[in-house]
């Protein structure tokens, strides 16, 4: 439909809705499979765009944060949340001390007494160890915990 303005003897606005021919009702329909075709495309670009923010490289392995899992050439290995929140925080880091995993991950206080970070990382490399054979993969000195 097209609207069709018609002035009037006093200055009055009027509208009159038309339907033009067949030329109109094409357009239209045009129009529609643009739309969708450029919405089909940017919805590609989200997929591929997500599909990379959620890729990492940890060393020699690919960690998939939508899946949750650890790659290294073909074996994968299923990761909690908190286990791949605590291998991107380590990684970021280069060295992570106990105190700001414990704040930073679990967001426990610095003065809380627990074990829970030590636990979580022995439970990580038994699983490491088991899937990948790789005994040095999360490490531990002085300084801190770090992905070797």
């Known amino acids: 439909m097209i609207i069709i303005k018609r002035w009037y003897r ?3 606005e009027k509208e009159r ?6 030329s109109s009702s094409s357009h239209n329909t045009t129009a529609t499979k643009i739309t969708k075709i450029v919405e089909i495309i940017n919805l590609s670009f989200l997929k591929i765009k997500f599909k990379n923010q959620s890729k990492h490289k940890i060393r020699k392995y690919t960690l998939d944060l939508n899946s949750r899992k650890i790659y290294f050439e073909n074996k ?10 605590l291998i991107l925080f380590i990684n970021s880091l280069k ?5 700001k995993i414990q704040k930073t991950v679990w967001g426990y206080s610095n003065d809380l007494e627990t ?12 699983k490491m160890i088991k899937t990948f054979e ?3 993969f999360i490490k531990h000195d002085q300084d801190g915990y770090f992905i070797n």
Do not use: F, P
């Open 134 to 136: 790789d005994h040095n």
């Open 76 to 85: 994968n290995l299923n990761l909690t949340e908190k286990e791949s929140d």
């Open 17 to 22: 809705k038309t339907t033009s021919s067949s």
């Open 10 to 12: 006093r200055g009055e």
């Open 95 to 99: 060295r992570a001390d106990l105190k």
């Open 115 to 126: 074990h829970t970070v030590e636990t979580h990382i022995y439970r990580l490399r038994k």
